[in-house]
């Protein structure tokens, strides 16, 4: 599947998937229709309700197919059809680590009933023995560093919460709204999956490419990708995003635009303003070592170039 890496493929990701000769996937995320009415470029998302499980487990089956022995599989799914989901990757012999709760604001408001603000994402692997988890690259600072200065805190600091509610669904006044695409994913999401299920130079699946936000992650994360669409509208938009993206300059004479990723991907996960970091001593020295934890690369990160990155972030 050489042909496919590192591009973004107009076409059915069943019949793509299924010309494979052998696993190429280290990671896949996928963001399927939901089958609650969206009307996307090309489909429309309200079939039969048995219609839509069969063909879950048809696409399903070709993920798991291209799946490496040690890879890992994310599936984001509405209430309707998570037990659905959960049952077809059982009987396809994948295996369930997390349950994962993704909680945002901006949620869609109801009048019959209260108002949806949660997304299943489910994380699979092929060998519960075997599997790619990077736990520096997605631990954050715990109260007990933060808050409480307990000496009982561990100094790498903790793992994230099966829920997440750090990342906010991309509206429509968001800066990295793209505008053509009715259900994009936040980048700082997809960067915390692609962090903690691959390596740099890993292949990252997206069977659902949308706006092409898996693919973007990857790619800043230094990982290949390879994109899958069915809609020619939205797999050109999404090769535009990607273009623009690569075409970027590092903004920052500190750090380049790998570590500036993660410098930006920490600081959605704390929770905590630029600005306060920057003045705060001893909160600015905690978050250099978390973000040199994260990094993993030996190099030594100076207060002052985390700050002056920190500050070109607020700006």
């Known amino acids: 599947m050489q042909k496919l ?3 973004i493929t107009c076409g059915d990701c069943i019949k793509i998937l299924d010309k494979a000769r052998k696993p190429f996937a280290d990671l ?4 399927p229709p939901f089958n609650i009415g969206y009307k996307y470029d090309k489909y429309h998302d309200n079939v039969k309700s048995k219609n839509y499980i069969a063909w879950t487990k048809d696409w399903i089956a070709a993920c798991r197919k291209v799946l490496k022995p040690h890879g890992s599989f994310y599936i984001a799914i509405g209430d309707e059809y998570a037990a659905n989901v959960k049952i077809i990757a059982d009987e396809l012999g994948l295996f369930m680590r997390n349950w994962i709760i993704w909680h945002y604001t901006f949620g869609q408001q109801m009048k019959r009933k209260f108002a949806r603000s949660h997304t299943h994402i489910f994380y699979f692997v092929n060998d519960t023995n075997k599997f790619t988890f990077n736990d520096l690259a997605v631990r954050v600072p715990s109260d007990r560093q933060l808050i409480y200065n ?14 997440w509610h750090e990342y906010s669904r991309v509206c429509g006044t968001f800066k990295e709204r793209t505008g053509w695409h009715p259900c994009q994913m936040p980048e700082s999401l ?4 692609i962090s903690a299920s691959s390596n740099p130079g890993d292949c990252v699946l997206d069977p659902f490419c949308g706006s092409g936000t898996t ?4 790619y800043q994360l230094g990982r290949s990708y390879v994109g899958l669409e ?7 938009n999404a090769r535009q995003r990607l273009s623009r993206l690569k075409k970027q300059q590092p903004a920052n004479p500190f750090l380049n635009n790998t570590e500036i990723n993660e410098l930006k991907r920490l600081l959605s996960d704390i ?4 600005k306060q970091i920057t003045e705060d001593k001893k909160l600015l020295e905690l978050f250099a070592k978390q973000f040199a934890l994260r990094m993993n690369n030996h190099k030594r990160y100076g207060i002052v170039e985390i700050a002056a990155a920190l500050e070109d972030i607020a700006d």
Do not use: T
Not at 190 to 193: C, G, P, S, T, Y
Not at 230 to 236: A, G, H, L, N, T
Not at 271 to 274: G, I, M, Q, W
């Open 215 to 218: 693919a973007a992650a990857a």
């Open 28 to 31: 896949i995320f996928a963001d």
């Open 190 to 193: 997809l960067k915390r999956i």
């Open 150 to 163: 307990d000496k009982r805190a561990n100094p790498v600091g903790k793992m994230p919460d099966d829920v």
């Open 230 to 236: 069915i809609s020619q509208e939205y797999v050109e």
């Open 5 to 7: 890496l590192n591009k």
């Open 271 to 274: 929770k905590k303003p630029a």
